[in-house]
């Protein structure tokens, strides 16, 4: 077996942020990121919203076992998730064992894009270079008639790169990723609240 995907998609699907990803992000980034990497990409990007207390769908891990790198859409509701957060705690459980993040290895396997204030966002996620689209985040098809569209469509055009640095500088895959070791880990949120002893928002 072997990788699957270049890119999880992780993000809210909720309105109005799954119709910013379907509608504004999803069409401008997959063609950048082709050009980018000079190839086509594979993109797992999953339209169903879970509900909570769900068992988490079997395609869902297997994506992400299977992808080389995620790319999440971060707004306060992202961390609300508790599917979003056992999406990235996985990915984040991943690059953290290989050792990203690190002098030897600065980049990491997900690259966050911000749509939303930060101000409540979890600490171990303001740490995190994110790509700041917070005053291009607005919904509707009058949307792309105006600057925002076209500021949008700059901006991922220069960030895309960063994907395809993570894509290229994947590690090779792993059949032990499948095992329990690498996904039954705790939401990195609630660790980092029961260090901070506060309590997480619920739904």
């Not at 309105?15 to 910013?20: A, R």
């Amino acid at each position: 077996m072997s990788y699957q995907y270049d890119i999880f998609l992780s993000y809210n699907r909720k309105f109005p942020h799954g119709q910013w990803v379907d509608e504004m992000f999803y069409p401008l980034f997959v063609p950048y990121l082709e050009d980018a990497l000079n190839q086509e990409v594979t993109i797992f990007k999953d339209t169903e919203e879970i509900e909570t207390g769900a068992a988490w769908p079997e395609r869902l891990m297997n994506a992400l076992t299977h992808s080389r790198c995620m790319v999440s859409i971060f707004s306060p509701s992202y961390f609300r998730s508790e599917w979003c957060m056992k999406e990235f705690s996985i990915m984040y459980h991943r690059q953290k064992q290989l050792g990203y993040l690190t002098m030897e290895k600065p980049t990491g396997l997900i690259i966050p894009v911000n749509i939303f204030d930060g101000e409540h966002f979890p600490r171990f996620a303001s740490k995190l270079q994110m790509l700041d689209c917070r005053e291009l985040y607005r919904v509707g098809e009058a949307v792309k008639h105006t600057s925002i569209y076209i500021e949008l469509q700059g901006v991922l055009q220069k960030w895309v790169y960063d994907v395809a640095s993570a894509v290229k500088d994947a590690p090779a895959w792993d059949a032990a990723w499948l095992g329990k070791k690498w996904l039954d880990v705790p939401d990195v949120y609630s660790r980092a609240d029961k260090k901070l002893k506060v309590k997480r928002p619920v739904l």
